[in-house]
């Protein structure tokens, strides 16, 4: 498959074909896994929450495009992904490939210790895999922007994708990587100087050693760095290779594959940042002609405006449909605003990290989730009873059902993996 040019690449030097970026990365996250093994991993008492939550992220409301008992394929799973998702669906298959034997192992060593069981780790390249219609559900994650030809592994992975399956797929976005791709050629401007190219670990030593000079320590765009692990530092600041896209061009990306974008996946980053896809225009009509455009034209809109600001590329993808109009979020906020619900509860235990690195079962639960920020998320759930149609609520509490980014922003924050506060019922 020939690669097109349908995204930005500021720093191609060890872009030369798919097995030299493959070996080059192989050898960065030996000497940097990523990311680190974290404090605690959490698992929920109730075995489905996580499948619930994720088909209603989807947009289905009946909990049936993916089963509890799914085979889920994290591809490219580095260091925790696939550990992370193997608790998450622990009914379900999961499969975790990386091509860094170093990341399997940290991998492989955690699972140990946590006692899972439902997760295979294979070392693999997703250049060379042959899956066919294999899985439910693909987690694909910060890995196709690290390849020579993103178009090559993104083929693999839409052929292992069965006809209704989903990938969750998160690249680059342009706009945030502004500095990291400058700061990443200044890095490698001094590391090539000389009668030969410097290692990773002279790499780092320059990336550090620019880092603490002002004015760049001092900088906004340096916060993210200040005090981080040396494998944070390498991963941001120079890995091998680096490509990054707009919605425009991750569209035309993921369309030469025969997949589209079909909803945004609500993340912790932006989440955190108060970042959306929705904006809140200054004229009646304005907010008209942007509300009746397919939803691609409507996340291109906000990735230009808000440029910096604008949400993580982090994107459902699906197989595309025919005969779709391209306004899939209008039609899903009023199936939400049909749809009866209940508050979601569970416990959730913590595996917490000893000195020995090794991980162990807490003896207390926590109440799951915790109690919603957004203080009309608190009063729809102490409405939902099961019996009312979300709209009978919402007219009830004065809420204009008929605003487009009221009602995206309210689904996205109630029913979703991240914010999982309410769960429909039939």
């Not at 991993?41 to 409301?61: A, K, R, Y």
Request: hydrophobic share 35%; glycine share 4%.
């Amino acid at each position: 498959m020939k690669q097109q040019v349908l995204c930005e690449n500021e720093n191609p030097l060890s872009a030369q074909s798919p097995a030299t970026v493959d070996s080059a990365n192989e050898e960065f996250y030996a000497k940097f896994p990523y990311p680190r093994p974290p404090l605690t991993f959490p698992q929920l008492e109730d075995p489905d929450f996580e499948t619930v939550m994720l088909n209603q992220s989807i947009g289905d409301f009946t909990h049936r495009t993916i089963s509890s008992s799914a085979s889920i394929w994290v591809a490219g799973c580095g260091t925790n992904q696939a550990v992370y998702t193997a608790l998450r669906f622990p009914g379900s298959t999961v499969l975790g490939s990386d091509l860094s034997p170093a990341s399997l192992e940290i991998a492989a060593k955690n699972a140990g210790s946590l006692g899972i069981k439902n997760l295979t780790l294979r070392q693999e390249s997703l250049n060379d895999v042959n899956y066919k219609e294999e899985f439910d559900y693909i987690l694909n994650t910060g890995v196709i922007h690290h390849n020579a030809e993103p178009l090559k592994p993104l083929a693999k992975i839409a052929r292992a994708l069965r006809p209704q399956g989903v990938l969750e797929l998160m690249v680059y976005n342009r706009y945030h990587r502004l500095f990291n791709t400058a700061f990443q050629k200044v890095v490698r401007m001094l590391a090539g100087s000389g009668d030969r190219s410097a290692t990773y670990d002279e790499q780092l030593a320059i990336c550090q050693a620019l880092a603490a000079t002002e004015p760049v320590a001092s900088s906004s765009y340096m916060a993210p760095f200040r005090d981080a692990h040396a494998s944070h530092l390498a991963d941001a600041l120079i890995q091998p290779v680096e490509y990054n896209y707009t919605v425009e061009s991750l569209q035309a990306l993921v369309s030469q594959c025969g997949l589209e974008l079909f909803l945004p996946c609500n993340d912790q980053f932006d989440l955190m940042a108060n970042r959306v896809w929705t904006i809140k225009f200054s004229t009646a009509e304005l907010q008209q002609r942007v509300d009746r455009l397919p939803d691609v034209v409507k996340w291109q809109i906000t990735n230009l405006l808000l440029l910096q600001q604008s949400p993580m590329l982090w994107f459902f993808v699906r197989y595309r449909g025919t005969g779709d109009d391209g306004r899939y979020e209008a039609r899903l906020n009023q199936e939400f605003l049909g749809t009866k619900f209940v508050p979601a509860s569970t416990q959730l235990r913590n595996y917490v990290r000893g000195s020995d690195m090794n991980y162990t079962r807490s003896a207390t639960t926590l109440p799951y989730p915790i109690p919603p920020r957004n203080q009309l998320v608190s009063q729809i759930r102490e409405r939902a009873d099961g019996r009312r149609e979300l709209r009978q609520i919402l007219n009830d509490l004065g809420i204009d059902i008929t605003s487009y980014k009221t009602i995206t922003d309210l689904r996205v924050q109630s029913t979703t993996s991240l914010c999982p506060y309410l769960k429909a019922v039939r």
